[in-house]
């Protein structure tokens, strides 16, 4: 269960087109830089499920294998390197109930192996999956997108201004982690097409 007992109030955000650098065409299979990043939200195939689970265990990202999998039927975005084919990441979303309003919110987490993991990654990810889930996942009565961050770089002066800056508001810090929400009703995207 989520709890945004500080979610009060928020103003309307109109998000700059430079931090989404795609068009909606562009939504389901980016290519950035080195990387490609593959939409398979609710249509993950068992062997994609497969390389989500090894990755995880592998990089001592996801405890069990039990976990793992049931994690990787909520992928939303596979991250590939493209010149190996490898899986280098993965974003994930999953429905949770706020404890004191009653809204539905989508849960996001994101994993980057640490070799490929860089700030200008995690952002495009985290961008592609907040305009993918605005287009296509609003209207299914979500009130948004929460991330809680329970990575410590994460709570770095300069990272929380790029979590601004994609639209997400900050709503409270507790047990080390922070809890931002990205509320679909209060987000305007300026789009490129």
């Not at 109109?14 to 990043?37: G, I, M, N, W």
């Not at 689970?53 to 996801?62: F, P």
């Amino acid at each position: 269960m989520i709890d945004l007992n500080e979610n009060t109030g928020a103003k309307q955000i109109v998000v700059p087109s430079a931090l989404y650098p795609f068009t909606k065409e562009q939504v389901h299979d980016f290519e950035y830089r080195e990387f490609q990043l593959l939409n398979v939200f609710r249509s993950i195939s068992e062997e994609q499920r497969k390389q989500c689970v090894n990755m995880w265990l592998k990089a001592g990202a996801v405890p069990t294998e039990e976990l793992a999998w049931q994690r990787s039927a909520q992928v939303c975005y596979m991250f590939f390197h493209k010149e190996s084919g490898r899986l280098v990441g993965v974003n994930t979303l999953y429905s949770e109930t706020d404890t004191v309003t009653n809204e539905k919110w989508f849960v996001n987490r994101m994993f980057i192996l640490p070799k490929f993991r860089t700030t200008r990654l995690m952002i495009v990810g985290t961008s592609l999956m907040l305009y993918f889930a605005s287009l296509h996942l609003a209207h299914e009565g979500m009130k948004g997108v929460v991330n809680i961050n329970v990575n410590i770089k994460l709570h770095r002066k300069g990272l929380r201004k790029i979590f601004s800056s994609l639209g997400y508001q900050f709503s409270h810090a507790a047990d080390k982690r922070e809890i931002w929400f990205f509320d679909f009703s209060k987000v305007s995207f300026i789009s490129q097409q």
